[in-house]
């Protein structure tokens, strides 16, 4: 498991979910993640805005461009498409058939991954750093 299962927590309200997450190898008492989600039916009201920018309020290919470089592209488990852009720490995920955001996720600098994986995101024995070290 990636998380420690007693430092997760989750609260919703307006047709927007946020997820706490802790642990990784050697990061048991750290945050490793924060999880930002947009019920589908919630509407445009409802802003996610990284830097004055609403994230899920425009098309992706209108957010796309405004991300520093350095982005890579994310298949999740789930189907979900999206992009990583390590530097910022902030990965932006949608269903394949949606063209806006619905999902983004923060996370810390060093999720303690770093001693098996070459990359943050990434792991060398096929594992993906969202859903655990193995698939």
């Known amino acids: 498991m990636l998380f420690q299962p ?12 946020v997820s ?10 750290e945050l490793a993640r924060i ?3 947009r019920d589908r039916d919630a509407g445009e009201a409802i802003a996610v805005a990284w830097d004055g920018i609403d994230l899920f309020g425009h098309s992706c290919a209108d957010v796309l461009p405004v991300l520093p470089g350095g982005r890579e592209p994310v298949l999740a ?3 979900s498409v999206g992009v990583v852009v390590e530097s910022l720490g902030l990965q932006l ?5 949606r063209e806006h955001w619905e999902r983004l996720v923060l996370f810390s600098g060093s999720t303690g991954w770093a001693d098996c994986c070459p990359g ?4 060398a024995a096929g ?6 070290i193995f698939k």
Do not use: K
């Open 6 to 17: 007693s430092w997760n927590f989750f609260g919703a309200a307006d047709g927007v979910t």
């Open 20 to 29: 706490v997450a802790g642990g990784g190898p050697g990061r048991n008492g």
């Open 35 to 37: 999880e930002i989600c």
């Open 77 to 79: 488990p789930d189907g």
């Open 93 to 97: 995920l949608r269903p394949a058939t």
């Open 120 to 123: 943050i995101c990434a792991c």
């Open 127 to 132: 594992g993906d750093w969202g859903a655990g």
